[in-house]
Every structure is written in C-alpha cells, then in structure tokens.
C-alpha cells in the first residue's frame, strides 16, 4: 500500500496498453509508515491508477455488468488487525 508499490502496479498494468480497473483491497491501505490515515493512502491508490474512485461499474458485454467495490478503511475499521 506504499506510493511506490503503487506506482509500480500501475505502471505494470498500464504497459498493457488497454484500459484497467483495480480493486483495493485492506492490504492496500497498509502503507502505515508512509501515511497517517487510511484517506491519505486511498488518495494515492487512486491518483496512482488514476481512478475517480475506489468503486467502478462497466459494462463488459451484452446484458454483462462487471463491478468493483473497493475497500475504503484499514485503519479505523473496528475488526482488522
């Protein structure tokens, strides 16, 4: 969850030269020496691959939706480690 992990992915999945989604999962807001919040680090996930947003919804084929939640909270998520 590290501004360099993820601009390593992006650049990664990015030289396959066609559009990518990503989900985020805990584990990626796991950069906790690098940022204070877990809003900090969804900021760079998302500036990162570009992303609106942690969640996308598209439209793959005829009648076929494909979406993405993804998580938004490490941290301050009552359950996780």
Same mark, same amino acid.
């Not at 584990?27 to 877990?38: A, C, K, N, Y």
């Not at 005829?62 to 490490?74: H, I």
């Given at each position: 969850?590290?501004? !360099?992990? $993820? ?5 990664? !999945?990015? *030289? ?7 989900? #985020? ?5 796991? #950069?906790?020496? =690098? %940022? ?5 680090? !969804? =900021?760079? %996930?998302?500036?990162? $691959? ?14 076929? !939706?494909?979406? #993405?939640?993804? *998580?938004?909270? %490490?941290? =301050?998520?009552?359950?996780? *480690?």
């Amino acid at each position: 969850g590290t501004t !360099l992990c $993820h601009q390593v992915a992006s650049k990664f !999945l990015g *030289s396959f030269t066609v559009p990518y989604e990503v989900i #985020g999962g805990n584990h990626d807001l796991e #950069g906790i020496d =690098e %940022f204070r919040t877990d809003a900090e680090n !969804l =900021e760079v %996930f998302m500036r990162e $691959h570009n992303k609106p947003t942690a969640q996308f919804c598209r439209e793959v084929a005829e009648k076929t !939706l494909l979406v #993405g939640l993804g *998580s938004t909270t %490490f941290r =301050e998520a009552p359950y996780t *480690s």
